[in-house]
């Protein structure tokens, strides 16, 4: 089970810490993504972390002021967003895949999150 933390109400230019804990299982060979989906929209790709934290992977739209990171010893997935501006928000998401690809596929992800709000006020 993976459950998302961190949400909240912040004001633009501001940054803001979201954490994805795992459950009854070991992520040491989990691939962990971030999505998002603000209403009306489609679920979009935001980021992903490899199970060893090797590699990641951006979506355009938040490179350079998003970073992702893991602690595998505490089974925690964290996405740091920085500058964040009002288009950002929207539901965020984690997910997990036994996989070796960063993927930006939400499809090849099988374990989901129930999500955690960001708004970010201009």
């Known amino acids: 089970q993976l459950v998302e933390s961190g949400g909240g109400l912040v004001q633009a230019g501001n940054s803001l810490t979201l954490s994805c804990s795992a459950s009854g299982r070991t992520t040491s060979s989990y691939t962990v993504a971030w999505f998002r989906q603000a209403p009306g929209k489609e679920r979009e790709f935001v980021a992903a972390?490899?199970?060893?934290?090797?590699?990641?992977r951006f979506a355009e739209s938040v490179k350079g002021r998003f970073t992702i990171s893991r602690d595998n010893a505490k089974n925690t997935v964290t996405l740091h967003m920085n500058t964040l501006k009002p288009e950002d928000t929207a539901v965020y998401l984690c997910?997990?895949?036994?996989?070796?690809?960063?993927?930006?596929?939400?499809?090849?992800?099988?374990?989901w999150g129930q999500g955690t709000q960001v708004t970010v006020s201009s």
């Open positions: 972390i490899a199970f060893n934290g090797a590699t990641t």
């Open positions: 997910a997990g895949s036994f996989g070796a690809i960063v993927s930006g596929a939400r499809g090849d992800y099988a374990d």
